[in-house]
């Protein structure tokens, strides 16, 4: 059984920075694609950031040169760091990864929990 676990989400003020973690756990596996995706109230759930691999990334306009996403597959986790935070940043951030459990088997994809981040004065 695979389940994500994030963590970091907060209040925090415009201007600000906060750093998501995503960790899988569960038994053996690999990753193939993972990113973060943001649900504000009243509205869509959208992509923030993606990372294929170490060198293919993608971003969001809205958070281009502000947000960084990274992985490490050691530790089965990818994080999100959040410099410049602004109000419309606010929303529960989710982490969603594509993972297989052995090379001969099809990915599968999985949601974490959402953690919310507030970004408020």
């Known amino acids: 059984q695979v389940q994500l676990v994030e963590s970091g989400g907060g209040l925090v003020e415009p201007g600000g920075s906060l750093r998501l973690s995503c960790a899988a756990s569960?038994?053996?596996?690999?990753?193939?694609?993972m990113a973060w995706y943001r649900q504000a109230p009243g509205k869509e759930r959208e992509l923030v950031a993606a990372s294929v691999n170490r060198a293919n990334v993608y971003y969001a306009d809205s958070v281009k040169g502000r947000f960084t996403i990274s992985r490490d597959n050691a530790k089965k986790s990818v994080y999100l760091q959040m410099n410049s935070l602004k109000p419309e940043d606010t929303a529960v951030y989710y982490c969603?990864?594509?993972?297989?459990?052995?090379?001969?088997?099809?990915?599968?994809?999985?949601w974490g929990q959402g953690t919310q981040v507030t970004v408020s004065s």
């Open positions: 969603n990864a594509n993972i297989r459990t052995s090379m001969y088997s099809p990915y599968y994809n999985y």
């Open positions: 569960g038994s053996r596996f690999s990753m193939g694609t």
